[in-house]
């Protein structure tokens, strides 16, 4: 597929998510096939600050390429002063506002999803920034129960100026719960000329090649399935070339992945244990007896208690 005049060798993109996606779970979403990357938000004020642990959410390096940055903000002119720092630094293929998140500690802010009740500021950020920035723009969007309303979003998106738009099905009301509808997505993609990427609930080769042909979307994003799984990609890789599932031994192939992400961690000196400790758990689903391992996991004081806890995960002997 085609963005931003980049030809990607597939169309799976790993979804931005806050507390996840750092460069070294994108690493190893990318070692299994996602074509394209996405940091989690950046608040675009905390940028202009130049808040040290807020830099190091852009971190990236040169076997992550192509990446994207994606930015938080509800001010054009800081949404724009952020995007030429993060540009400078990090040179994303892309940077990607956040006009989806629901999180309430967000939309008080009115950033996120509460961007979307206001389609002038939607065109003034994107067009301030693809004025003003050299890197291409795109935007991440939840959907209105309006189908009408979605579109006008959309179309105000493209006429912008941006590269591309990301649908995350779901209204801002939803946060996470019923499903992702796949129809706006699929409206959207029919309306606009630049790349549209389906995302919501896609969670395995199945879904993906659904999503994909019922949306005639350009790409798709793979988010919460990717947690604990970065395999995943591979696994969807392999349903969209061949029709079949790959027979893995999902639990050994769960725990190696995550000492490769410890190791991923150290060697880009962003270790922290509250983090592996987050990641461990998310590192045990689909397992069998995955409730007591968690336990375990929750009571470990160390790095050595946990890594004991995951080796011991498939034969039991956690
Ligand atoms: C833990 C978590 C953090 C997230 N953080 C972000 C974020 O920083 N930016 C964003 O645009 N969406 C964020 N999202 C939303 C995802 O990118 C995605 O749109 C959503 O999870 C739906 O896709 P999925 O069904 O594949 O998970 C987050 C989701 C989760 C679960």
Redesign the pocket.
Known sequence: MKIANLSLPNPLFL??????TNLAFRMLCKKYGASLTYS??ISATAVVRQGEKTMQRGMTCEDEQPFCI?IFGNSPDTITEAALILEEIYRPVIIDI?M??PAPLIVKQECGSALLKSPSLVHDIISHLTNNISTPVSA?IRVFDDMEKTLEIARTIEDAGACAITV?GRTRAQMYSGT?SLEYAKAIKKELAIPVIA????KDGESAKHALEYTGCDGIM????AIGHPYIFREIAHYLGNGESLEIDHCTQQVNDFMEYIELLEKYDIFSLGDIKAQSKAFTKGVAESRHIREKLNDAKNLGSIINVMNGMCDGTY
């Open positions: 979804a931005p998510m806050a507390n996840v989690e938000m994606q956040n989806g998140c991440k995350h992702s995302n919501g609930d896609i793979i988010g919460r399935a």
